[in-house]
């Protein structure tokens, strides 16, 4: 079974929903209203201890966002199949903590999102956009047609909302990349407004249509890089804008002497909507300052430094520049790591919310909350998305083990440079399963400085005193033996887990009984305060390969 797109409106106003195309996570995760500033996280050194003394930071109107648009090689590659791929390979975003909506864009009338990128998202409570796209004179066709026609107009509103509600994504980017004949502009202003409307009486706050900037309220196809008159009628009727690539900083010489990133914030009613424009970075540099790439930072650090939200367009990049003759190179993972860590004091990781209990629960039963193998999709000769578990919030690769990875690559090598002094004691990120000698997923954690704690999960957890079990899964004892675990309050106070006994942790949690795998339990009980930040201690100088891990309520 494979996901495909819609190609015109016939297949349009013909899809019936297909039940086999419906999947829920196993732990379908809310997101919580508290970030870490990634600012602050990469200032003091990604260090556990500043980590655990600071309380993070809560959501508000003025803290930008940011949005992926994922468009690679045309879309629905080996990501569009339900079951695993067979000796092949495929990309996986795995930074979804520093993300606050996901695109799937394609060059298709209607390009729904790929069930597995669906349940990526839910899983980790980011929302997931299709995209509305017409473009040429098939798509100006296409557009006109829904347009001259008052009930094709509700009809396709009610079609593009019953199918993201069916699918479960959260909304829609429409892509209008086609001249419009004037007369129908009103008609397009409606059915903007009518398709939000729509999508927030389904999804509430939840759901979202962005305007992408490309048409203006005259018909022409016109990119604006900038919100103004000619384009902020289209953001006003739905919930923000993506603005085009070609966009100018208030530092950067112009010959028209116009910085478009002040003129879009001069242009808004009101300042709190400035969050509302996602400014676009192409990362493959068209026309984008700093050229994309491995530059795609100094794109980023103009736009919040005028506050706006970011729409990082392909970043996709990093997958397929690593491709020669269809073979990933093995610095893939490097450059994936590199492209982010140069991002990081930009963006925000946002913890996810967890819960001992659900609401009027007073089973006296262990409960299992929380579990993740940090698989991500990708296995040693196989693809398989819809495989994708929880990822760690805050991945890190020092700069040695970086250097330490790549082959000969003397632009990687440079661009590590640029990260400035490596305060970091640790590694923690997703074992890449295309190094490995068995096809094993989890966490490869390298220690540095020993002792160490590894920050690996933000969360917000609100125990009120209820105990709970924190078990950590390796293939090897010496992988767990020299773990321990430890959380970070609101209050900025460190708790140690205390060590459970095998034999006790089995009668605890009776489904661990005859389990193969080598396992270390924790116990964290008489807690108050809200639990923020999870890690793991290592009084060794040494690699570790964790394969999963576990939260139980008791």
């Given at each position: ?17 297909k039940l086999e195309f419906i999947r829920e996570p196993k732990y379908k995760s809310s997101r919580s209203n508290t970030y870490l ?401 068995s096809n094993e997923s989890g966490l490869s954690v390298c220690i540095r400085t020993a002792p ?103």
């Amino acid at each position: 079974m494979e996901c495909k797109p819609l190609k015109n409106v016939q297949e349009l106003f013909s899809w019936e929903p297909k039940l086999e195309f419906i999947r829920e996570p196993k732990y379908k995760s809310s997101r919580s209203n508290t970030y870490l500033d990634g600012k602050d996280w990469t200032e003091n050194g990604k260090s556990w201890a500043w980590l655990v003394k600071t309380p993070l930071k809560k959501e508000n109107v003025n803290k930008p966002r940011t949005l992926v648009c994922h468009d690679m090689m045309g879309g629905y590659k080996n990501d569009r199949f339900l079951e695993a791929v067979e000796n092949q390979d495929g990309y996986s975003f795995l930074h979804w903590n520093s993300l606050d909506i996901f695109v799937y864009f394609s060059h298709n009338f209607i390009t729904l999102p790929p069930t597995g990128w669906t349940i990526a998202g839910k899983t980790h409570g980011v929302k997931v956009l299709g995209t509305i796209i017409t473009e040429w004179k098939d798509g100006k066709q296409i557009l006109e047609e829904i347009l001259r026609d008052e009930s094709k107009i509700d009809a396709f509103v009610e079609k593009c909302t019953d199918i993201a509600s069916f699918y479960g994504f959260q909304g829609w980017l429409l892509n209008i990349e086609n001249p419009v004949d004037w007369t129908l502009v009103p008609y397009l202003l409606e059915l903007v407004k009518k398709l939000t409307d729509k999508t927030h009486e389904v999804y509430g706050d939840e759901g979202m249509v962005l305007w992408y900037d490309s048409v203006t309220i005259e018909g022409n196809l016109q990119w604006q890089n900038e919100l103004n008159i000619m384009n902020k009628p289209f953001m006003d009727n739905c919930d923000g804008i993506f603005l085009n690539y070609n966009w100018t900083a208030p530092d950067q010489p112009t010959i028209q002497q116009r910085h478009s990133l002040l003129s879009s914030v001069q242009s808004l009613d009101n300042i709190s909507q400035r969050t509302h424009i996602f400014v676009g970075i192409d990362v493959f540099g068209r026309g984008c300052l700093g050229g994309g790439g491995l530059n795609s930072d100094i794109a980023l650090k103009k736009i919040r430094e005028v506050g706006l939200s970011t729409a990082i367009f392909a970043p996709g990049w990093t997958y397929e520049s690593s491709l020669q003759e269809d073979v990933l190179s093995q610095d893939y993972l490097v450059k994936e790591h590199l492209f982010w860590t140069k991002l990081e004091p930009y963006l925000s990781f946002h913890a996810i919310k967890l819960s001992l209990r659900p609401p009027g629960d007073g089973s006296s039963e262990s409960r299992l909350i929380f579990e993740s193998n940090f698989h991500t999709g990708r296995e040693k000769n196989s693809f398989h998305l819809l495989s994708m578990q929880t990822q760690p919030s805050l991945p890190c690769i020092d700069q040695i083990t970086m250097k330490e990875s790549l082959c000969s690559d003397s632009l990687l090598f440079s661009a590590c440079n640029t990260l400035g002094p490596d305060k970091s004691q640790y590694s923690c990120h997703t074992i890449d399963p295309k190094k490995c000698v068995s096809n094993e997923s989890g966490l490869s954690v390298c220690i540095r400085t020993a002792p160490a704690t590894v920050p690996v999960l933000l969360v917000n957890l609100e125990p009120d005193g209820a105990a709970a079990v924190f078990v950590i899964y390796g293939n090897n004892p010496a992988d767990v033996q020299d773990c321990h675990l430890v959380c970070g309050t609101n209050k900025g106070e460190e708790l140690e887990g205390d060590i459970i006994e095998n034999e006790i942790l089995q009668e605890l949690l009776p489904s661990l009984q005859g389990n193969v795998c080598t396992i270390r339990g924790f116990l964290l009980e008489n807690c108050y305060d809200t639990i923020e930040k999870i890690g793991l201690r290592f009084n060794s100088q040494a690699k570790f390969n964790l394969t999963r891990l576990a939260i139980y309520s008791l």
